[in-house]
């Protein structure tokens, strides 16, 4: 029989506890107690001491069925960061900390109920109608990791309404540039001043590298007689935020990339200016583990650093706007523009699936066609 206390807390307010026996450890063979505090009448903590001690003849208390959602969400995390890179559990960790925890982490898993649920995700939706059903599959993973370790019996995920985001009508600006477009941005930049920045974009444009591919490269990368680059790791970042070299997140990702001559040949001039530089700052930079495009300390530069670069250029110049990334579309739609089939654009933009590629090439297609229909209409012109 539970003996039911009243105590007094630092505020003030009076509480009811109590204390009893749950008999004896399967594997110890010690006498085992539990203790329950907090309720605000003497009723309150008689009824869930009977509720405990009915459990208890049923056989013994499942302490599980009063963990928390941070708790099991901690235990599925520590399985889970053995299944991908550091990059991606570094991202998953940053999701729950910024917003799925501050919804379900202090509740009891097996009390968080389907409307308490469906108002997370519409209010997910409503913040971040891109990114919210990342949150919501990854709260699902929680539950599902619930029910293998029989915390609870059902995930309520499975039982919500996931909000649809409308199609706006019109049309995105396109992010990448044609070959005008292109040739205008180069124009920008003088590469007798910032030879860097040239080279840098050059290699983005004609080689259509990911922009952590590109900041990765060493020049043992780089064959000048064979004019290739050799893509086999990506900057990106890990837990905190810190930047990390990692291997390319499929094995498509690791491919050889035929060059122009031109653009090898800024590649060596700026080897040489390179050099020059950094022996200035201290710098032995003749190893071939040399980063292609470091900092002034010699490290891997900020992964922001081709972006601010391009926005200031962008902004000067009154160019169309596109992101970084924005020049691997441009690569990918210069190549089908001159008559590459899809799968060569897969295998030199390193797509593990093509179906990547696919959306790349309707969306460049439906822009040349507009194209075409002006040109036949300035053309026919009646």
């Known amino acids: 029989m539970a003996s039911i ?36 009448s003497k009723k309150e903590a008689t009824l869930e001491a009977s509720r405990l001690e009915l459990e208890i003849a049923q056989g013994g208390i499942k302490k599980e069925n009063n963990i928390k959602f941070s708790k099991v969400y901690e235990q599925w995390y520590q399985a889970y960061i053995n299944t991908v890179r550091e990059s991606t559990y570094a991202r998953t960790d940053g999701m729950f900390k910024n917003h799925i925890i501050p919804a379900f982490g202090n509740k009891r898993i097996r009390t968080i109920k389907i409307n308490e649920v469906q108002r997370a995700i519409n209010k997910w939706f409503k913040i971040a109608p891109n990114n919210f059903k990342k949150w919501f599959n990854y709260t699902s993973n929680v539950f599902d990791y619930a029910i293998k370790e029989q915390y609870i019996k059902d995930n309520p995920c499975k039982l919500v309404n996931i909000p649809k985001k409308q199609v706006e009508y019109g049309d995105k600006p396109a992010n990448f540039w044609d070959k005008k477009q292109l040739l ?42 064979e004019q290739t680059i050799r893509i086999n790791k990506t900057l990106t970042q890990g837990v905190k935020g810190k930047q990390i070299v990692q291997a390319p997140k499929t094995r498509k990702g690791r491919r050889t990339l035929k060059m122009d001559s031109k653009t090898m040949n800024y590649l060596k001039e700026w080897r040489l ?10 710098f032995n ?11 002034r300390t010699n490290n891997h530069k900020c992964l922001n650093t081709p972006a ?49 590629t696919m959306d790349i090439y309707t969306h460049v297609t439906n822009q040349q066609n507009k194209e075409a229909v002006k040109k036949l209409v300035n053309y026919l012109d009646f």
């Open 285 to 295: 930079t003749f190893k071939k583990s040399q980063l292609v495009f470091a900092s």
């Open 273 to 282: 200016r390179q050099k020059k530089v950094f022996f200035m700052l201290g």
């Open 184 to 225: 205008n941005f180069f124009e920008c930049i003088d590469p007798s001043k910032e030879l860097e920045k040239y080279t840098l974009f050059r290699v983005l444009a004609f080689a259509g590298l990911r922009r952590g591919e590109c900041l990765a490269l060493t020049w043992d990368d780089i064959n000048m007689s």
């Open 308 to 356: 601010k670069w391009l926005k200031k250029i962008i902004k000067a110049n009154n160019l169309k706007p596109i992101t970084v990334h924005g020049f691997r579309h441009t690569h990918a739609s210069a190549l089908f523009s001159a008559g590459a089939s899809i799968k060569e654009v897969q295998e030199r933009l390193g797509h593990e699936d093509i179906q990547t």
């Open 5 to 40: 206390k009243s105590y007094t807390t630092k505020n003030g307010d009076k509480r009811y506890r109590f204390q009893l026996y749950a008999g004896l450890n399967a594997q110890t063979g010690k006498v085992m107690k539990t203790t329950r505090r907090g309720f605000k």
